[in-house]
């Protein structure tokens, strides 16, 4: 008895180090983890009992024991040589004599190596696995009563069997298996197993392209690992950043893969883990263009994937390696021989069907790096190799198909077959972009067409043909706007995550007056804008997509008026004028000649904007900011002075002009301007319905200089106007008094956040209100003035789609904005307002009141008028 009471002692020694090397393995503590399983094996493998209680006691600890330690040895060894180890453990399980133990045991080993095949790419074979797991467990559960423990066991292996299912594309089998492992893990209280189902519903939903969907899915997982005080998965960052590279957002996918990277090195992170989110890292740095960091993420993944011994995953890292080699080579327009036959090589080495899409897009690459080195025919043949997308079939599959024939039409002159080919691309791209939710979301989707709809434009401007330019750029730019503005939906916890941000940025402020360090209460702050950011990307609805305007439309709707829609291709700077009924097409200068001296002019005005300069050196200041204005005027605006005569204008900008102060320009003192991101938008906001006309809004932030502060004598130009100021100016008092107003004027110190557009914010009494907040008012401002900040400024995605403060007005149904592009003088901005204010107010339309108000000092209102004008 002595003999087996001490066996006992020692088998539960080793069950408790193999509980304990678990926990470290479900930390990332992958080193401790291995170092207390063998603890544990040898232990366990020291003895040899021989009652039979205990021997059943001993069997079973050994063979879990060893069952993980041979997982956990697929890190450093492979999969390969786990599989080996899980063969001597199935072995170890016949040796066991209770047939319910036995079931239960045979279960966990399998579930183990269909981990293992389907980490090493052999998905149909880790399904059949995963079935057999199944199998058993039912068995388990026929012989006697259900336990949680039993539970979750079914629950894992459910979990892993939808995995594979999702990644096989058996979307039904995988919603099924997914959607029971999330119900029974709920049933018996397994809460971290449901957030891990529901993690992999939202792979599931980005299979099959629904963004939002899988966004609101990983928030929920999240949400649930932090409620039960769990660290959240690295695969459930690493997830989120493939969803927002689906929605064309690459940097904000490379700066959520660069925290999962930080974290995973700190902690000493799995190989097979570091090397997914470098790969994703690599993927997102080729969509953003910074091709060097692509190329080392993508070496640094294949080598580690090398070791693993993942052949898909090896296939991905080479694949990103290609595509960057081939972008530097199309870029320079040197192709080396050996390049597109390396891609043809490679594709050929890939095993087919289980990496055809693989092989296919490395056929892609090489068919457009033979039609840059003008073997059309080879081209042709290595294309004909590539098959059709399916219905699940990624977007940037289906774009550089339909890249690839268009560039192959032009090859063989056919440029009409081309644009056919770049039509039914930029449709497929739209039904993408319908599925979007939040403005983020929505306006990141071009970066997937860009490519195409550049080839468009060009193709296009080289016939030389105004109308059909005219048409192709609406059809290609800002399609952000294209949709019915945002329906308001509340969302709770969108909501206290931005309460959470002002109350914080509140107390950095406090603490800051108070001489405390703020580093703490910054990283807090930090960390919530982030969740914020994440949660706004699955927000709001959007209504139907109206259609690209007509240019008949647009002309009747101009009447005396003429658009100016500009373009580039390359580094030509074109403009379309439309007339009366008359289109043009003027040819101008260099693109980048343009920004230049656009981003020269506005540095001149930002320098010239405090009221109380040294005269010597506001002189030298102003003489700069003209000659920068004189050269932009030269560029953009005179050689359509014949077109244009003295009519008033709508702008469509492109790129770097978004940010000119257009009534700057010499040529345009005192003309009215409006700014509007394409023909589209401005022909919606002109046309808005009416509604029941509301109040004028006048509203005044703390911390104001006293012009500025001032704004009660704005309200004297008006019958009626409410005074929102002091105290009463929070978040929610302006938000309410917002709501359905005719004309709304912000004096606030406002904050452009270029790298995080819609919380872009104006500081109010209680703290800042975002853009976020000020898109989601059911009934917006019919006119909004932003009177003391930069908030007119954009950041321009692909696709001439801006997003910022401003935009983010007009996409939810404002119909106007003014705010200055650069900074504006305490002093000079009281004067403008006081100027626009009494104009509007004697009857003036805004974009009139606007050009007359600027018109006195030019240099030191650099105002925009953006939307209707």
Not at 654 to 679: D, E, F, I, K, Q
Not at 805 to 831: E, I
Request: proline share 4%; aromatic share 4%; with cysteine.
């Amino acid at each position: 008895m002595t003999v087996a009471r001490d066996e006992t002692l020692v088998i539960r020694e080793a069950r408790e180090l193999h509980r304990r090397g678990v926990d470290a393995s479900c930390a990332g503590r992958h080193h401790d983890a291995v170092r207390l399983l063998r603890r544990g094996k040898n232990l366990a493998d020291a003895l040899d009992p021989h009652d039979p209680e205990t021997r059943e006691f001993w069997q079973v600890t050994r063979i879990r024991l060893s069952s993980t330690l041979a997982a956990l040895d697929a890190e450093n060894s492979g999969p390969g040589a786990a599989l080996a180890g899980l063969a001597e453990v199935r072995r170890m399980v016949e040796d066991v004599a209770d047939p319910l133990v036995k079931d239960e045991l045979r279960g966990a080993v399998e579930h183990n190596r269909g981990l293992q095949m389907l980490n090493a790419g052999r998905i149909e074979d880790a399904i059949a696995v995963f079935d057999a797991a199944l199998e058993h467990y039912e068995h388990r559960l026929a012989g006697g009563r259900p336990t949680r423990a039993v539970a979750e066991l079914i629950v894992k292996s459910l979990w892993s069997r939808g995995t594979a299912h999702t990644r096989l594309g058996l979307i039904s089998q995988a919603r099924l298996d997914l959607t029971r492992a999330a119900s029974l893990a709920a049933e018996h209280e397994l809460w971290e197993r449901a957030a891990d189902a529901n993690h992999s519903l939202g792979v599931l939903e980005l299979r099959i392209g629904d963004v939002p969907a899988a966004l609101r899915r990983y928030a929920h997982s999240e949400r649930s690992f932090r409620e039960q005080g769990l660290g959240v998965p690295v695969l459930l960052g690493l997830d989120r950043a493939q969803a927002l590279m689906a929605a064309g957002l690459a940097e904000e996918a490379g700066s959520q893969l660069d925290g999962v990277l930080a974290e995973l090195r700190a902690e000493h992170g799995l190989t097979r883990y570091l090397a997914n989110v470098e790969l994703y890292r690599a993927a997102a740095a080729d969509m953003a263009g910074d091709l060097d960091l692509a190329r080392a993420m993508a070496s640094s993944a294949r080598q580690r994937m090398r070791r693993w011994g993942c052949e898909t995953c090896v296939a991905n890292a080479t694949l990103i390696g290609l595509r960057v080699d081939a972008r530097l080579a199309l870029r320079s327009g040197r192709v080396p021989r050996s390049l597109p036959r390396r891609a043809v090589e490679f594709a050929d080495a890939l095993p087919v069907p289980r990496l055809a899409e693989q092989a296919a897009l490395a056929r892609m690459l090489a068919v457009r790096l033979e039609l840059r080195r003008g073997d059309v025919e080879t081209a042709a043949a290595i294309l004909d190799a590539v098959p059709r997308p399916g219905r699940l079939t990624a977007i940037d599959y289906r774009m550089l198909r339909r890249l690839c024939r268009a560039e192959l039409a032009v090859a063989r002159g056919r440029r009409a077959a081309a644009l056919v080919e770049i039509r039914a691309g930029l449709t497929d791209l739209d039904h993408v972009r319908d599925r979007m939710e939040g403005l983020e979301l929505l306006s990141g989707t071009a970066l997937h067409g860009r490519e195409l709809a550049e080839l468009g434009v060009h193709l296009v401007l080289d016939d030389g043909n105004a109308r059909r330019l005219f048409a192709w750029l609406e059809r290609t730019r800002a399609q952000t706007y294209r949709y019915e503005p945002l329906t308001h939906a509340d969302n709770p916890e969108l909501a206290e995550r931005i309460a959470e941000v002002r109350s914080l940025t509140q107390s950095i402020h406090q603490a800051e007056h108070d001489g405390h360090a703020t580093a703490a209460l910054r990283q807090r702050r930090a960390e919530r804008l982030r969740e914020a950011n994440r949660l706004g990307w699955h927000t709001g609805r959007w209504g139907a997509p109206r259609p690209v305007a007509r240019l008949t439309d647009v002309m009747a709707r101009l009447g005396d008026r003429a658009l100016v829609s500009f373009a580039a291709s390359e580094d030509a700077l074109v403009a379309v004028v439309v007339v009366g009924s008359d289109v043009r097409l003027a040819r101008l200068g260099s693109a980048d000649e343009a920004a230049e001296s656009a981003r020269m002019l506005n540095a001149d005005l930002n320098a010239l904007a405090p009221d109380h300069l040294p005269e010597p050196l506001a002189q030298v200041l102003a003489g700069s900011a003209r000659k920068q204005a004189a050269r932009l005027d030269a560029l953009l605006i005179q050689p359509l002075a014949e077109l244009i005569g003295e009519r008033e204008l709508v702008i469509v900008p492109t790129g770097a002009l978004y940010a000119v102060p257009w009534g700057v320009l010499p040529t345009l003192h005192g003309r009215p301007t409006a700014v509007a991101p394409s023909a589209t938008a401005w022909l919606a906001a002109d046309r808005a319905g009416s509604r029941a006309p509301g109040g004028t809004v006048l509203v005044r932030g703390p911390g104001l200089p006293a012009a500025v502060g001032e704004i009660d004598k704005l309200g004297a130009h008006y019958t009626t106007a409410g005074l929102v100021s002091g105290e009463r100016a929070t978040v929610a008092a302006v938000l309410d008094a917002l709501d359905g107003a005719e004309i709304a004027h912000l004096a606030a110190h406002g904050v452009h956040e270029p790298e995080n557009a819609l919380f872009s914010r104006l500081e109010l009494s209680d703290g800042p209100v975002y853009a976020h907040e000020m898109a989601a008012l059911a009934h917006p401002p019919r006119q909004v003035v932003l009177a003391a900040c930069e908030l007119a400024l954009n950041r321009i995605r692909p696709g001439d789609e801006p997003l910022g403060f401003a935009s983010a007005l007009l996409a939810s149904g404002s119909q106007l904005v003014v705010a200055p592009l650069s900074r504006v003088g305490d002093q000079a901005c009281a004067a403008a307002m006081d100027d626009y204010h009494r104009s509007l107010a004697a009857g003036a339309r805004p974009a009139v009141a606007l050009a007359d108000a600027i018109a006195v000092d030019p240099l030191r209102r650099p105002f925009v008028c953006l939307g209707s004008g």
